[in-house]
């Protein structure tokens, strides 16, 4: 049984920082792209950032130059640092992995970590 675990998230404010992590854990065999999205009351779930096993990121435009998404393959953890945090980065904020298991290729999701940024 593969799980992803979240960890971080809290109340901060404005201007602040917070960092999440979140650990992939069961039978794992490899972790392709791993990645943090966000879904606010009333809103649909967005991308906020993601990484390949090799590195390469991507974000989205309201939050580039503020978070970092990083990763430990070794630990199978991504993290995502976020800095300046602004009232319309409150969230939840889910970790997403594509990996493979002994089932074959599948993707899970986190149980999701509150993040409220008061102005």
């Known amino acids: 049984q593969v799980q992803l675990v979240e960890s971080g998230g809290g109340l901060v404010q404005a201007g602040g920082s917070l960092r999440l992590s979140c650990a992939a854990s069961?039978?794992?065999?490899?972790?392709?792209?791993m990645g943090w999205y966000r879904q606010a009351p009333g809103k649909q779930r967005e991308l906020v950032a993601a990484?390949?096993?090799?590195?390469?990121?991507n974000y989205a435009d309201s939050v580039k130059g503020r978070f970092t998404i990083s990763r430990d393959n070794a630990k199978n953890t991504v993290y995502l640092q976020m800095n300046s945090l602004k009232p319309e980065d409150t969230a939840v904020y889910y970790c997403?992995?594509?990996?493979?298991?002994?089932?074959?290729?599948?993707?899970?999701w986190g149980q999701g970590t509150q993040v409220t940024v008061s102005s």
């Open positions: 990484i390949t096993s090799g590195g390469t990121t």
């Open positions: 997403n992995a594509g990996l493979y298991s002994g089932r074959g290729y599948s993707t899970h």
């Open positions: 069961g039978s794992i065999f490899s972790i392709n792209a």
